[in-house]
């Protein structure tokens, strides 16, 4: 069993910034990824950024370039910087941890099994 705990959501103007953190607790042992997930109103939950334990990581195209997905030493936490931020990433943004499941090129594949509750994060004038 894992716990995630996220946390550094709110609101924030277009362009600005936001860095969102994921405490993890338990049997972290048991997991080989950790991801970040979003999902507005209305829409499905969509993966965001991926973080693998050898260091590999993975985004969603939209947000390349923008969001940077990242560890403490301890790997206790996981962290997502956000950066330029645009009305469209407003969503609950969820911390989830899983199991590399292959990897598609470079790309790792991650298959979530726990689930943080969500923060949210609003983007708007």
């Known amino acids: 069993q894992v716990q995630l705990v996220e946390s550094g959501g709110g609101s924030v103007q277009p362009g600005g910034s936001l860095r969102l953190s994921c405490v993890a607790s338990g049997d972290t042992y048991s997991t080989s990824c950790m991801a970040w997930f979003r999902q507005a109103p209305g829409k499905e939950r969509e993966g965001v950024a991926i973080l693998a334990n050898n260091g590999g990581t993975s985004y969603k195209q939209s947000v390349k370039g923008r969001f940077i997905i990242s560890r403490d030493n301890a790997k206790t936490t996981l962290y997502l910087q956000m950066n330029n931020l645009t009305p469209e990433d407003t969503a609950m943004y969820y911390c989830?941890?899983?199991?590399?499941?292959?990897?598609?090129?470079?790309?790792?594949?991650?298959?979530?099994?726990?689930w943080g509750q969500g923060t949210q994060v609003t983007v708007s004038s």
């Open positions: 989830a941890a899983g199991s590399v499941i292959g990897y598609s090129g470079d790309t790792p594949l991650c298959g979530p099994r726990y």
